[in-house]
C-alpha cells in the first residue's frame, strides 16, 4: 500500500540537516528538508513517520531503547540549524546558551540525542553534553511540528502574540521594543537608587549636624 505522509515543521527553514542511525528501522539517513512545505511518500510501514519521531526525540522527547534498530546498541539522531535564518530566534537562543556557556559556532546549533542499550540516552548541544531539561528548553524554541492532533500550540493564549508577529513579520521589531524596555526598566532603577541615596547621605549629614 502506498501512502503519503504530510507534515508541517515550524520555522523549518532553520533545520539544515537531519541525521538517523539506527532508529527504529532505520538503518543510516540524512534528511535535508527543502523550503516551504515538505511531503514524504512512500509504503506503508517504510518509516516516514519515525522521521517525525527522531525529530521529536532530537529536541527532547523521551526515548528508550525500543526505538533501537534490532541488533544494535546505540541510536544517534542529529540535528543541524542554521540560526542566521532567524535572527531574533538567533538572539533569543544566544543569551539562553550564554548562561549555560555553550559557545555557538558559526551561526551553527547542534543538537544531538544518543539511546544507549546499556545506559541512559544522552542529550548534546554543541557537543557539550546536557540535562534533557535543557534540551527540551531549547527545543521548544527551535521547532514546533504540527502533524495530526499535534496542535496543542496553536490552542494556547500564551502563544498567540506570537503567530500576529509572526504573520506581520515584526520579530525583529518585537525584539528591538523588548531590549528597549529592559534598559527603561533599569534606568528607572538606577534613578530610583540614586534618589534614595542622596536622600540617606542628606539624613546622615543632618543627624551628623544635630548630634555633634
Known amino acids: 500500500m502506498f501512502a503519503y505522509f504530510l507534515f508541517s515543521i515550524y520555522m523549518v527553514n532553520m533545520l539544515v540537516e537531519l541525521s538517523i542511525e539506527n532508529f527504529g528501522i ?48 546505540r541510536a544517534v539522531i542529529e540535528a543541524v540549524f542554521d540560526l542566521s535564518k532567524k535572527e531574533h530566534k538567533k538572539i533569543e537562543i544566544q543569551k539562553f546558551l550564554n548562561q549555560l556557556q555553550i559557545p555557538i559556532y558559526d551561526d551553527n546549533l547542534i543538537l544531538k540525542r544518543e539511546i544507549l542499550l546499556d545506559g ?44 500576529v508577529d509572526i504573520y506581520g513579520g515584526l520579530e525583529g521589531l518585537r525584539e528591538k521594543v523588548s531590549q ?33
Open 26 to 73: 532505520i538503518e543510516n539517513l540524512k534528511f535535508r528538508p527543502g523550503k516551504g512545505l515538505n511531503i514524504i511518500t512512500g509504503e506503508t510501514g517504510s518509516g516516514k513517520s519515525l522521521i517525525i519521531q527522531a525529530i521529536g526525540v532530537v529536541l527532547g522527547d523521551r526515548a528508550g531503547t525500543g526505538y533501537l534498530r534490532n541488533g544494535t546498541n
Open 120 to 163: 541512559r540516552p544522552r542529550a548534546y548541544i554543541n557537543d557539550q553534553q546536557v540535562s534533557l531539561v535543557i534540551l527540551k528548553e531549547i527545543g521548544t524554541k527551535l521547532v514546533e511540528i504540527h502533524g495530526q492532533h499535534e496542535n496543542q500550540r496553536l490552542l494556547e493564549p500564551s502563544f498567540h502574540l506570537d503567530f
Open 180 to 212: 528597549l524596555y529592559k534598559r527603561l526598566i533599569e534606568s528607572k532603577k538606577k534613578i530610583k537608587s540614586s534618589f534614595y541615596d542622596g536622600r540617606r547621605k542628606k539624613i546622615s549629614k543632618r543627624f551628623f549636624t544635630i548630634r555633634y
